[in-house]
């Protein structure tokens, strides 16, 4: 299964770079192999190989398999992670289904030049591998104060407050929202205030441990997902 960034349609369809190396030195695919691919504007299709190079593979794209999925109208906001804590999260949040990832520079911020483009990789191989037919946006690091001064209106903020909040389960609605995750080090009580006093704002307690900010994402997400029945 594979993501090509152009939209697909019937007939024959070039794949060089790392996507012929998958399909042709990982895969070993040879002609006359079946192929999905998805395209993150009309849906999943099937392929058969016609010939298979190690720099080049063509396919022969025949029939659309299913439309592009509908995106449940969530984000993940959080102040990017050490090491590869923020790569799993990125990830989590594709196969959770997320629609859009938005990197969050706070105060206690290690990481305040996250590489938006290593995300971006990280949410096409998750979405390659659990099946989605959309791919989550990947947005440009924000300073916590521009996100809170910008926020739109009618889109709510789950705060993740490990210093209290509602139940996530009995307080998150269907409807657009995003989900707030701060860093390793927490917020500060200033941030907190600011993030408490921005319209939309809901506090919301995932239990009484104090979670890794990369569990409290998948967890937070998660909930949204079953509170909104997605
Ligand atoms: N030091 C650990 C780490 O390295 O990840 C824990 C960090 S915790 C302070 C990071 C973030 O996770 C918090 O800012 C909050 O958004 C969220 N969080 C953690 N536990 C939580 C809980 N029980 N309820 C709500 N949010 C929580």
């Known amino acids: 299964r594979l993501y090509v960034p152009e939209p697909l349609a019937p007939g024959a369809r070039r794949i060089d770079g790392a996507g012929a190396h998958y399909l042709a030195s990982v895969m070993r695919l040879k002609a006359g192999d079946p192929v999905k691919l998805f395209d993150d504007a009309t849906g999943e299709w099937l ?18 398999l299913a439309p592009r999925e509908r995106v449940p109208d969530l984000w993940l906001v959080a102040a990017p992670l050490k090491k590869g804590r923020v790569d799993w999260m990125a990830e989590k949040a594709c196969e959770l289904g997320v629609a859009r990832f938005v990197p969050v520079v706070t105060r206690r911020t290690v990481v305040d030049r996250p590489n938006v483009d290593r995300l971006r990789a990280h949410m096409i191989e998750a979405a390659e591998q659990c099946g989605r037919t959309a791919l989550p946006e990947v947005a440009e690091p924000v300073k916590l104060a521009a996100l809170l001064r910008d926020w739109p209106d009618g889109r709510a903020l789950y705060f993740a407050d490990e210093q209290g909040g509602a139940p996530a389960r ?43 900010a990369d569990t409290a994402a998948a967890a937070a997400v998660a909930v949204w997902m079953a509170a909104a029945g997605d």
């Open 47 to 64: 392929a058969v190989v016609e010939s298979a190079g190690r720099r080049d593979v063509t396919l022969d794209v025949r029939e659309l």
């Open 170 to 212: 009995a307080a998150m609605k269907p409807g657009a929202a995003a989900i707030l995750i701060g860093p390793e080090g927490g917020f500060d009580d200033e941030e907190r205030a600011a993030i408490r006093a921005t319209p939309g704002a809901v506090p919301i307690s995932l239990g009484p441990r104090i979670l890794r």
